[in-house]
T-cell receptor, first 117, second 112 residues
Framework: GAVVSQHPSRVICKSGTSVKIECRSL??????MFWYRQFPKQSLMLMAT?????????EQGVEKDKFLINHASLTLSTLTVTSAHPEDSSFYIC?????????????FGSGTRLTVV | QKEVEQDPGPLSVPEGAIVSLNCTYSNSAFQYFMWYRQYSRKGPELLMY????GNKEDGRFTAQVDKSSKYISLFIRDSQPSDSATYLC????????????FGQGTELSVKP
């Protein structure tokens, strides 16, 4: 089945620094990748949608200058949290979508727990 | 009103029980329905995927979709302590490119 790899699984950074999270589709071409944020005991909140080779589409209320998304290839998307602050601490999850999604469902990465101190 | 409603629980059952998890939705255009299982501090794992109405069975899991009622269900038979997790329903429609709308998630605990 489709596999999505997300790294790192957890990261601790100092306030004011930037953190990059990678999302890779290992065995299929992901024309679209999605980035979600999840707070404890809450559901997934879509942050942005990225299509290979074009600018990401951000959901309302998500700061595009803080959460930089790059989808440079059909197998890799990155989310960079710039000038991180403690309130950015959260669980970030990516999802990749290719043709298999419509027939087999959509696959998620294992998530990245970001802690800003 | 949210597009997808799911009882957040928590739901606690004894081992071996049949578990019923449900979601209702308001958008009749939804065609693809999924159930995900999420363990603590992990990404969601796809359990069941259904297109349009009908039933689908996979081992101890059965997914049902009733589009006329805008209601989907996940049944877990012979529940095990390892089934303890949060279960999320998700759905999308054609030409959404994989953009999913999630329910709030139901926290399930199966007691030995």
């Amino acid at each position: 089945g489709a596999v999505v790899s997300q790294h790192p699984s957890r990261v601790i950074c100092k306030s004011g620094t930037s953190v990059k999270i990678e999302c890779r589709s290992l065995d299929f071409q992901a024309t679209t990748m999605f980035w979600y944020r999840q707070f404890p005991k809450q559901s997934l909140m879509l942050m942005a949608t990225s299509n290979e080779g074009s600018k990401a589409t951000y959901e309302q209320g998500v700061e595009k200058d803080k959460f930089l998304i790059n989808h440079a290839s059909l197998t890799l998307s990155t989310l960079t949290v710039t000038s991180a602050h403690p309130e950015d601490s959260s669980f970030y999850i990516c999802s990749a979508s290719g043709d298999e999604g419509r027939t087999h469902g959509y696959t998620f990465g294992s998530g990245t727990r970001l802690t800003v101190v | 009103q949210k597009e997808v409603e799911q009882d957040p629980g928590p739901l606690s059952v004894p081992e071996g029980a049949i578990v019923s998890l449900n979601c209702t939705y308001s958008n009749s255009a939804f065609q693809y329905f999924m159930w995900y299982r999420q363990y603590s501090r992990k990404g969601p794992e796809l359990l069941m995927y259904t297109y349009s109405s009908g039933n689908k069975e996979d081992g101890r899991f059965t997914a049902q979709v009733d589009k006329s009622s805008k209601y989907i269900s996940l049944f877990i038979r012979d529940s095990q302590p390892s089934d303890s997790a949060t279960y999320l329903c998700a759905m999308t429609r054609y030409n959404q490119g994989g953009k999913l709308i999630f329910g709030q998630g139901t926290e399930l605990s199966v007691k030995p």
